[in-house]
């Protein structure tokens, strides 16, 4: 019967106007974010250590993140992301004492140019809705631009023949490690999003170089931890002994999504057995 047909139609039309909702989110996006975050330098030997007479306390370290991400959403629900990331980083120490009733704090600062490559998952989203949910995960390479360190009570004495001294000679510039994180996507307007979103990463190469020829008469701080005093000289054999520095970050970021590109339409359905319903 002919009704049969009309009713496969119908059908077939609200099967691609829900389609067509549910691929709101596929094509193409460009993302701006930035925010604060909290970073860290861990390394054991930092603790307690032999050019040491006391415990170096590694504090709670706050710098800022930003970049911007091209996401490519082959699908509504899945899709992928790269983009580049400047993110600001670094260690704050402290110390009850140097020798003799000496407290200290100092920090060393380090910034990166990161390129992530992730997997993203998007929750199924149609037009009309408020938000949706994006998580990814992958992995990233880091360029290290630039190491500082910043300052330290009481100071370090720094002989002259290493004014101006480059520290990031100190420090592997090329890196790889991981990074993940979640977003939530809220739809302002027609091709606008605002996010807001959570992101942490890691590197799994060690940022130091520990096989360093460092100079005898080079100053106490800038042996690593860099920045900190020691009450001891440190030797190389110390040095290359020393366990591998993964620096790590959460960040917390705001930003602005823009769709650049559709995604691809649903493809029809096709009747498996044309004509038959013509000849009821």
């Known amino acids: 019967m002919r009704i049969r047909v009309h009713i496969k139609v119908l ?10 909702g549910l691929y709101a989110q ?14 860290r330098m861990p390394n054991n030997d930092d603790y307690y250590s032999s050019q040491n007479d006391y415990a170096i306390v590694p504090e709670e370290t ?5 970049g911007f991400d091209y996401i490519n959403n082959f699908q509504n629900t899945f899709g992928w992301q790269t983009g580049l990331t400047y993110s600001r980083e670094g260690q704050l120490y402290s110390a009850d004492s140097v020798g003799v009733n000496k407290a200290f704090t100092s920090e060393v600062l380090v910034n ?10 998007n929750s199924p989203y149609t037009d009309g809705d408020l938000l949706n949910l994006s998580i990814y995960i992958g992995g990233q390479f880091t360029y290290l631009t630039n190491v500082q360190s910043v300052w330290s009570n009481p100071p370090d004495t720094i002989p002259a023949k290493y004014r101006g001294f480059d520290l990031t000679t100190l420090y592997n510039r090329l890196g790889f490690g991981m990074v993940a994180g979640t977003d939530l996507n809220f739809h302002i307007k027609k091709n606008f999003w605002v996010i807001l979103g959570i992101r942490y990463d890691r590197l799994f190469t060690n940022i130091e170089k520990n096989g360093y020829n460092f100079p005898q008469d080079f100053p106490n701080s800038w042996f ?3 920045s900190t005093l020691k009450s001891i000289k440190p030797a190389n054999a110390d040095m290359l002994e020393r366990p591998a520095t993964l620096p790590g970050v959460v960040n917390v970021h705001i930003g602005i999504m823009f769709q650049i590109g559709k995604g691809n339409p ?3 359905i096709e009747d498996d057995n044309p004509g038959n319903d013509d000849n009821q």
Request: no cysteine; charged share 10%.
């Open 62 to 66: 706050f710098r800022a993140g930003y």
């Open 266 to 268: 649903p493809v029809p």
């Open 26 to 39: 596929s094509g193409s996006f460009i993302t701006i974010w930035g925010g604060p975050q909290l970073t």
């Open 11 to 20: 059908l077939l039309l609200n099967m691609l106007l829900l389609a067509d």
């Open 224 to 226: 690593f931890p860099l």
């Open 112 to 121: 990166f140019i990161k390129i992530p490559i992730a997997y993203r998952f």
